[in-house]
Every structure is written in structure tokens, then in C-alpha cells.
């Protein structure tokens, strides 16, 4: 967790803040050495209910922000018995939750367009797991780093079967089109906009990409072209659930 830490303080963060002579880089490391002093208990995020005695089959969904993930996703919850686990969403429902003690290291987080430490996602997937009694799913958004592949291995080892990588690989331009024709239509998103998109496609760009090669390279990768579409992309995603097995 320390080395978490270590490297949390040493993100740059570029924000617009009002503080005065506070840098955002400044008023974020604050924050995460306050966070560390108090010695955040993740755990407390767990519950001490037991995943399904069947192993759960994860599929993972990646692409850039806007390609499509989450449209694509109720598209196969719609045909196929798969639960749908966005780990942005998730991460947004903890962000909202009264009490939390993470609600503001998130929103600094997803305002910046920087990926949450895997501490805190993991942990509200595997309740989620455990929670929803299901055994498919479909996990958008995750693992979008290495400290999420990392995390991921760690806590989940030996209790899930990742099947395959489900990527939807769609330009940058269609990307931003979509995203701010999202926040134009009151996603009510903090970050469908302008700059924080810049953000998250450079995270994308730098974390994410490495994360998908890194599966392709394993032979695990179904690449989907999410240009087209929601109709016309889903006739593509559907082929690839029955060539897997999948009813
Ligand atoms: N194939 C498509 N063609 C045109 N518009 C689409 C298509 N798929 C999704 N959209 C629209 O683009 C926007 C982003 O879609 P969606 O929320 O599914 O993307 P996402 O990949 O889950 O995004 P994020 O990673 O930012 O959560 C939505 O407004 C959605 O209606
Ligand atoms: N594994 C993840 C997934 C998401 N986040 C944060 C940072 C993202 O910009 C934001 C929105 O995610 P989306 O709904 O676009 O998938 O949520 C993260 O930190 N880690």
C-alpha cells in the first residue's frame, strides 16, 4: 500500500484551482498524504460475503472513453446472461455514497482523468461479484493500468476465469464526438468535457493502450471496429460471444 502511496504522491495533476499559491499537484499530494496518515482501511470496502461457489467467467471491455463500451454492454446483457460491472460507474455510485471515505479522492481522480488506485476499484468489483449471486460478467472499464492488472491479479487470484478481452478500438475524433454529444445530452459527467477528455485520452493513450497490447500479445484480444453503428457494432460483438460459446 506504501508503494501505492509513494507513487500517488508523485503524480503531476494540471487543474484549473482557485486556492490560492495552492498548485492542484500540491492540494492533491496533500490530500493523499492526509489519506495515508490516516491510514486508509480499504478493506473496509469489502464485505465478508463469499463469491458464488460456481467460478465466475469475466469478460473485460476496454477501448477509449466514448467508443461504445457501456452501449455495447447492455447489448449483450440484453442477448447473452451476463451482468454488466463498469468500474466507472461503480467508482461514481462510491463517489455519491454518504460516508465515504474515498468519495473525494475519487472525483479528484476522475476530474483529472487519472485512474483510481486499484485498491478501491477492485475491492467495489468484487462486491459487486458477490452481491449480484451472478457467475458471467462483463467488467468495462477495468483493467485500464498496470496497477489495475496488478491489483486485479492479486486480489481476485484463483477466483474468477478471465475468458477474453472484449476491445473496442474506435478514433480519437469519433471518441470526443461522442463523449461531449453525451454531456451535451445531460450525462451530467464531470468529465464529458473538453479538458478533462484531453486527459483521459492521454491516460488512455499511456496506461490503457500498453494494457490491451499486453493481452493481445497473450492471444487473448476479440477487437472490435466500434466505428460503425450501435446496431451494425453489436452484429460483430454477438459473432464473438458464439464463436466462445457463449448462448
Ligand atoms: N456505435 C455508436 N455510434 C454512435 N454513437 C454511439 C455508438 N455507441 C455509443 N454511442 C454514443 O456515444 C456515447 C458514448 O457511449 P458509451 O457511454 O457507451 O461509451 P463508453 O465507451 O462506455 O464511454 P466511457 O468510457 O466514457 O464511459 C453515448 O452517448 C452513446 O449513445
Ligand atoms: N478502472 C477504472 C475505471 C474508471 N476510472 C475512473 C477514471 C475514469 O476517467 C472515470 C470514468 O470511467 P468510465 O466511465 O469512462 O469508464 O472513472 C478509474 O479510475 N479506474
Avoid at 460507474?89 to 465515504?100: F, H, I, K, T
Avoid at 468489483?125 to 489495475?148: C, H, V, Y
Avoid at 475524433?173 to 484531453?198: A, F, I, P, T, Y
Avoid at 491516460?203 to 460503425?228: H, M, R
Wanted: hydrophobic fraction near 35%; charge should be neutral; aromatic fraction near 8%.
Amino acid at each position: 500500500m506504501w508503494r501505492a502511496f509513494t507513487r500517488l504522491i508523485a503524480i503531476t495533476v494540471e487543474s484549473s484551482s482557485s486556492a490560492q499559491g495552492a498548485t492542484p499537484h500540491r492540494l492533491l499530494t496533500q490530500q493523499f498524504q492526509a489519506h495515508s496518515h490516516q491510514q486508509i482501511n480499504y478493506l473496509s470496502l469489502l464485505n465478508n460475503r463469499k463469491m458464488s461457489s460456481e467460478k465466475p467467467k469475466v469478460v473485460f471491455v476496454l477501448g477509449g472513453p466514448g467508443a461504445g463500451k457501456g452501449t455495447q454492454c447492455s447489448k449483450i446483457v440484453q442477448r447473452f446472461q451476463f451482468t454488466h460491472l463498469s468500474a466507472g460507474d461503480l467508482l461514481r455510485e462510491e463517489r455519491a455514497r454518504e460516508g465515504s471515505q474515498f468519495g473525494q479522492l475519487i472525483e479528484d481522480y476522475i476530474r483529472n482523468g487519472q485512474i483510481v488506485p486499484v485498491e478501491v476499484t477492485c475491492s467495489l468489483l468484487e462486491n459487486a461479484m458477490k452481491n449480484s449471486g451472478k457467475t458471467r460478467f462483463l467488467i468495462d472499464g477495468f483493467p485500464r493500468n498496470q496497477d489495475n492488472l496488478d491489483g486485479w491479479n492479486r486480489q481476485m487470484d484463483g477466483k474468477a476465469d478471465m475468458q477474453f478481452v472484449l476491445f473496442f478500438d474506435c478514433a480519437e475524433d469519433v471518441c470526443v464526438e461522442r463523449c461531449l454529444g453525451r454531456g451535451q445530452s445531460g450525462s451530467g459527467r464531470s468529465d464529458d468535457n473538453m479538458e478533462s477528455l484531453k486527459k483521459r485520452i492521454q491516460t488512455y493513450n499511456n496506461d490503457s493502450l500498453p494494457i490491451i497490447k499486453f493481452f493481445e500479445q497473450a492471444g487473448q484480444v476479440k477487437t472490435i471496429d466500434a466505428s460503425p453503428d450501435a446496431e451494425k457494432v453489436f452484429e460483430e460483438v454477438e459473432r464473438v460471444f458464439l464463436a466462445n460459446g457463449f448462448q
